[in-house]
């Protein structure tokens, strides 16, 4: 039932962002170069991007909620405050599992955005340019069906004999949860 739960309140924090077409036509996404297609995934090299995050307290659905609420609150405050914001694409959940067990949540800053930071519970998050292997699928976004394709994805890559991080995942969003198509994927970084 919490599985349940999680699932559907994913897909209310996601569609909170706001629509958006798969391809990000009318917000920006950050960008990347497909370096190589496999029947499985793509292997795609992303640009230095920056994020705004913050932790979830454990992976239920209260504490996405919360974490929504959190990064929400802070892009109103930074606008009020005359800070630049500049809404992009994806949302991302990211699960690194092992000694430092987390989930966070993670909206994608523009280039141009300019936030200062006040509140203690986001983070600036900078992302080098790397490379990551990118599995996408349609249909509503859930917890199950992004398992499902993190499991395909991983496979995908031991056959065609990639090198990855199997302890940190991500699953990218890009669509309100009300659009009629859904362009969701599951990430996985190169090691």
């Not at 239920?60 to 914001?85: M, P, V, Y």
């Not at 430092?100 to 600036?124: C, I, N, Q, R, Y």
């Not at 490379?131 to 499902?148: N, Q």
Request: hydrophobic share 35%.
């Amino acid at each position: 039932m919490e599985k349940l739960l999680f699932t559907l309140v994913t897909l209310v924090v996601v569609s909170s962002c706001s629509g958006q077409t798969s391809s990000c036509s009318n917000n920006p996404c950050p960008k990347y170069q497909v370096i190589d297609t496999h029947e499985d995934f793509e292997e795609r090299h992303y640009v230095d991007t920056d994020w705004i995050t913050t932790k979830l307290s454990s992976k239920d659905s209260n504490s996405l909620i919360a974490a929504a609420k959190t990064l929400r609150a802070f892009c109103a405050k930074q606008k009020e405050a005359g800070h630049k914001i500049i809404d992009g694409w994806p949302a991302l959940i990211t699960t690194a599992e092992g000694n430092d067990h987390s989930t966070s949540l993670s909206w994608f800053l523009a280039p141009g955005s300019k936030p200062e930071l006040t509140d203690t519970s986001v983070t600036m998050e900078h992302k080098a340019a790397t490379t990551i292997y990118v599995r996408s699928y349609s249909g509503i976004p859930s917890l199950i069906a992004a398992e499902k394709n993190r499991k395909n994805l991983c496979e995908a890559l031991v056959k065609a004999g990639k090198k990855f991080n199997p302890s940190i995942s991500t699953g990218a969003h890009y669509e309100s949860y009300f659009s009629f198509t859904h362009h969701n994927e599951v990430w996985v970084y190169s090691a």
